[in-house]
Every structure is written in C-alpha cells, then in structure tokens.
C-alpha cells in the first residue's frame, strides 16, 4: 500500500528561526514529489514539485530536496515569517497503470507555528 | 486564490439530508478531481474526471456519493443521505491533462466546502 508519513507532526518556532519538515514514502511506480501549504480552512498550494531525478528545489525561503533512494525528501524553511503557519503536505505521485492520472498519496501534514 | 472555486464554503446539515457541493475549475484545465480531507489528516482520493468521463472512483465513494461533470467544465459531487462521518473539507482540484498521456500536471486545489452533519 502505498503511504506517505511526515514528521513532526507539530513544530512550534520563533519568527526568524530556521526549520526542517521530513517525509517518507513508499509509493511505488515513483513520478514525482510535492510540497504543498495548507492555510487553515483552505485549500492547499504547491510549493514545489520535485521529479526523480531531481535532489533539490527552492522556491523563495522554501527548498525543498528528494532521496529517490532512502525515498525521503525534507522541507526547509529559511527566515520564518509568521505567515509560514500553516500544515505542509508532503505528496508523492505514482506512475500511472493503465490511466493517464497519477494517483496522489497524501501525508498528514506537519501543523507549523511561527510565533513572534 | 487559484482559479478553481468552491461552493458553498460550509455548509451545516442534519443527519439523512441531501446535500450537493459544486466546483468550478480554472476553465481551460480538462481534469478534475475530488478529494476528501477530515481535521489532521491530509486529503484522499475521492474521484477523478477527464473531461465530462468520470474515470476513476475511490473505495471511499460509497453508493451515497455521486459526482457529475454534465459538459466538461464545472462538477458537483452529491452526498445521499448524510451520516456524520461524512464531516469533512471536500476538496476540488483541476489540472491540465491529454488523453492517453501519463504527463503529470499541476494540481491546482479550490478552498473547500466544509460540511458539517449534526
């Protein structure tokens, strides 16, 4: 079955601070990984998109990098701001069978608190 | 703001009610899908349309739920008789997509209908 698991599962900083989001998976055929922001009560937003051969991306303060092999990938967040709260899902694509969807497996998020 | 919009943001139902969500897609992207997302999880799969050809289904979707994408552009999703495990944000996402390729586009989420059973 495929899964993605993230941790923490909350991370509370001081604006300013630097912080690291985890994730794993077993999603098998792999496609490709993403990042997305959840705002409370909305939907959520993509921060990057990473394929298999790519080990990093950034995007403004946020960089994300992928391990094809260990099948990890981190979320970096640099400078936190207070707008960085929110839950970050990691997503992991597979390759599609017989469709032309990639099915999207979901982590549970990882609730960030900035504080001042 | 994505492009893609949700209606009603909330809605508040008793239990056995029927209820309909709609979701408007960014208008030139083929692809649509549904998912489900219950507090502290991330969203699941629920459905998934090229066009107006509903070509997937979930487990999830019991016999009480039904999507439709009548034209191909905006989709409701009906849920019959409502429990309250059915409390969750219903997501709409749309993307673009070719038939018969495997590319993998950008999806892109609406706000969710929050529903809440009592």
């Known amino acids: 079955k495929n899964q993605v698991e993230q941790s923490p599962q909350s991370l509370i900083i001081l604006e300013g601070k630097n912080c690291t989001l985890q994730?794993?998976?077993?999603?098998?055929?792999?496609?490709?990984l993403r990042w997305y922001k959840q705002d409370t009560g909305r939907g959520p937003v993509s921060l990057t998109i990473?394929?298999?051969?790519?080990n990093t991306k950034s995007n403004g303060r946020y960089t994300a990098t992928l391990d094809a092999d260990t099948k990890q990938s981190s979320l970096h967040i640099t400078a936190s701001q207070l707008s960085d709260s929110a839950s970050y899902i990691c997503v992991v694509s597979d390759k599609a069978g017989g469709t032309s969807y990639g099915k999207l497996t979901f982590g549970q998020g990882t609730i960030l608190t900035v504080h001042p | 703001d994505t492009g893609v919009s949700q209606d009603p943001r909330h809605k508040i139902t008793k239990r056995g009610q029927n209820v309909t969500f709609r979701c408007d897609p960014i208008s030139e992207h083929n692809r649509l899908y549904w998912y489900r997302q219950t507090l502290g999880q991330g969203p699941e799969f629920l459905t998934y349309f090229q066009n107006e050809a509903q070509l997937e289904k979930s487990r999830l979707l019991s016999d009480r739920f039904s999507a439709e994408r009548p034209k191909g552009s905006f989709s409701t999703l009906e849920i019959q008789r409502t429990e309250q495990g059915d409390s969750a944000m219903y997501l709409c996402?749309?993307?673009?997509?070719?038939?018969?390729?495997?590319?993998?586009?950008?999806?892109?989420f609406g706000p969710g209908t929050r529903l809440t059973v009592t």
């Open positions: 990473m394929t298999f051969s790519e």
């Open positions: 994730c794993n998976y077993t999603v098998s055929p792999f496609s490709n």
């Open positions: 996402a749309s993307s673009l997509g070719l038939a018969g390729q495997k590319t993998d586009y950008e999806q892109y």
